[in-house]
């Protein structure tokens, strides 16, 4: 004799089992989603980010007495973890700095090549151009992590920001591959 109750109650504990496993999926997938710049607390010692990234590749003075630890994955990477430490050697914040808010941070007219190189690191590639009497520098990120991009700053002769650019990057683009 088929029993209703025991019909019913068998596909909701499968249905609720189901619904328990995608959880846990999607939990463990999101864990394994968690950026290095994401990882760390304000106060933090210093240490905690350099036990976990190995030695920064990038350190720069801030104006404050602290400094900022930079890990670039330039030239082909996307990102660059910053974390800016205090004069007391504690975790200020720890950002990925290779983003659109980030660029839109930079003052034409005001920003110099030493405010960029703090902020951003060391660029991917640098190049002058005589007929503007510009150099530029270009960093690699991801646009709203989807699109592959290049955003370059162009410098006066003094070394001010006069312009930015961004562009697709070349290098995912197989149209335009080998361009550059």
């Known amino acids: 004799m088929f029993n209703r109750h025991h019909a019913t109650t068998a596909a909701g504990r499968l249905r609720r089992a189901t619904l328990a496993c995608l959880g846990a999926l999607a939990a463990v997938t999101l864990a394994g989603c968690v950026q290095p710049w994401q990882q760390y607390t304000q106060g933090a010692d210093e240490s905690t980010i350099v036990a976990r990234l190995?030695?920064?590749?990038?350190?720069?003075?801030?104006?404050?007495?602290?400094k900022r630890l930079m890990w670039p994955t330039q030239p082909m990477g996307e990102f660059t973890t910053a974390a800016d430490i205090?004069?007391?050697?504690?975790?200020?914040?720890?950002?990925?700095?290779?983003?659109?808010?980030?660029?839109?941070r930079a003052e034409i007219g005001k920003w110099t090549k030493s405010d960029v190189l703090v902020n951003f690191g060391r660029p991917v590639e640098t190049a002058y151009y005589p007929l503007m009497k510009r150099e530029v520098w270009t960093y690699r990120y991801m646009e709203s992590d989807v699109w592959y991009m290049m955003y370059s700053f162009y410098?006066?002769?003094q070394g001010i920001v006069r312009l930015?650019?961004?562009?697709?990057?070349?290098?995912?683009?197989?149209?335009r591959r080998g361009m550059f």
């Open 54 to 66: 190995g030695p920064p590749r990038e350190a720069y003075d801030l104006p404050n007495g602290g």
């Open 86 to 104: 205090d004069s007391a050697g504690k975790i200020v914040g720890v950002r990925q700095v290779l983003q659109a808010n980030e660029f839109y």
């Open 164 to 175: 930015t650019q961004k562009t697709p990057d070349p290098l995912h683009d197989p149209e």
């Open 155 to 157: 410098f006066d002769d």
